[in-house]
């Protein structure tokens, strides 16, 4: 089994900051591409910002500039740095995986629970 586990969702005011943390656990043999989705109320899940296994990144474009992700790969860990951060970056927070469990196995998808971050004066 591979679980993704986020954190750090939290409420901020506007202009403030937040670090998303999200750990996979169990059996991996190698990550490939990590994204990080969002999901506001009565919207569509989007994407925000993906890091492939060699640590390039692409970012939507309502979090360029201001989120910034990062890998660690001997932790299976994937962050999400958000600053300056608007009303409208509230939303649940989902991290995305692809994942190798077996050297000669497939790749599959995996999502985490989510972590809700809340933008408010």
């Known amino acids: 089994q591979v679980q993704l586990v986020e954190s750090g969702g939290d409420s901020v005011q506007p202009g403030g900051s937040l670090r998303l943390s999200c750990a996979a656990s169990g059996s991996i043999f190698r990550i490939n591409a990590m994204c990080w989705y969002r999901q506001a109320p009565g919207k569509q899940r989007e994407l925000v910002a993906t890091i492939s296994s060699d640590a390039v990144t692409k970012y939507a474009y309502s979090g360029k500039g201001r989120f910034t992700t990062s890998r660690d790969n001997a932790k299976n860990t994937v962050y999400l740095q958000m600053n300056s951060l608007k009303p409208e970056d509230t939303a649940v927070y989902y991290c995305?995986?692809?994942?190798?469990?077996?050297?000669?196995?497939?790749?599959?998808?995996?999502w985490g629970q989510g972590t809700q971050v809340t933008v408010s004066s």
């Open positions: 995305n995986a692809n994942i190798k469990r077996r050297q000669w196995g497939p790749i599959s998808e995996y």
